[in-house]
């Protein structure tokens, strides 16, 4: 019988390129209503895991399962009417609509109206409540009718999560969502995922420690394609083989905090 608790889960998760395997037999559980982090040093197979399982690539071998459903068979806008919805490591806005459009593209998508390239504008005007709403949720309302090319970076990745948050998903994949980011704008990141998990749950590949120490509930770690450990941040922190990963070494940190460090700086 199934776990109700599990949302998603991978049992022997492959893929391999002509004979390089960059996902290696990767069984993989995400607990329903968690912030679940996959991280590794780079060419772990973080972001090929996250194509395969938003069915980008097709796996090699394996299986997986979506809410107790087979979905390995399926192509990516069947798996998101499902509720697994995927952003990507480079901005993925229309630059020339304002913010508010932005957001209203991706209500009409969820109403089954994105194809209605004859209605006035005026007929769309019922979405924006709704759009103000999902602004509002990642502190964008006062940008609403600005056009989307003159935000920020940060300001830019918070309308992704907006756009995302507008087709309802019950399962946010996000791809290094506070890459190229300064330190300020990771905050305000950082801050918004956690917000707008609340009813959900958010598997996502990040590579800033700081930013998995402080929201994630579970950690897996990948090398070479294959799971190395997988624990909470205290686990992970102080397991020997990923601090062996990370640093080259497996001496005892004087503490953890010391062990987060060398982490992140070799995955910076």
């Not at 957001?103 to 209605?116: F, K, N, Y």
């Not at 969502?177 to 959900?200: C, F, N, W, Y």
């Not at 800033?208 to 909470?232: F, P």
């Not at 503490?255 to 992140?264: E, F, I, K, V």
């Amino acid at each position: 019988m199934p776990d109700t608790d599990v949302i998603l889960q991978t049992q022997g998760l492959t893929k391999a390129f002509k004979g390089f395997t960059a996902v290696s037999d990767v069984s993989l559980s995400v607990r329903r209503g968690s912030i679940h982090a996959l991280i590794g040093p780079n060419g772990a197979g973080k972001t090929t895991c996250f194509n395969l399982l938003t069915k980008f690539h097709a796996p090699s071998s394996g299986s997986i399962h979506f809410n107790g459903t087979d979905i390995t068979a399926l192509r990516p806008a069947q798996i998101a009417r499902m509720g697994v919805i995927r952003s990507f490591q480079i901005s993925a806005v229309f630059p020339q609509l304002t913010v508010l459009e932005n957001v209203r593209i991706a209500l009409q998508r969820r109403l089954g109206t994105s194809w209605h390239f004859w209605r006035g504008r005026r007929s769309l005007s019922r979405l924006d409540g709704r759009a103000m709403e999902l602004l509002d949720a990642v502190g964008l309302a006062g940008f609403a009718h600005l056009g989307t090319a003159e935000l920020a970076y940060g300001r830019k990745r918070a309308l992704e999560l907006a756009t995302t948050l507008a087709t309802d998903p019950e399962l946010m994949l996000l791809d290094e969502p506070t890459q190229g980011m300064g330190h300020e704008d990771v905050e305000t990141v950082t801050t918004l995922i956690k917000r707008v998990s609340a009813g959900r749950t958010v598997l996502m590949v990040e590579h800033n420690m700081s930013v998995v120490s402080s929201i994630v509930d579970r950690i897996t770690v990948l090398q070479r394609g294959a799971v190395l450990a997988e624990g909470t941040y205290d686990e992970i922190s102080r397991n020997p083989q990923v601090r062996e990963a990370y640093m080259g070494t497996t001496d005892e940190p004087e503490d953890r905090h010391a062990a987060a460090a060398a982490l992140n700086a070799e995955a910076s």
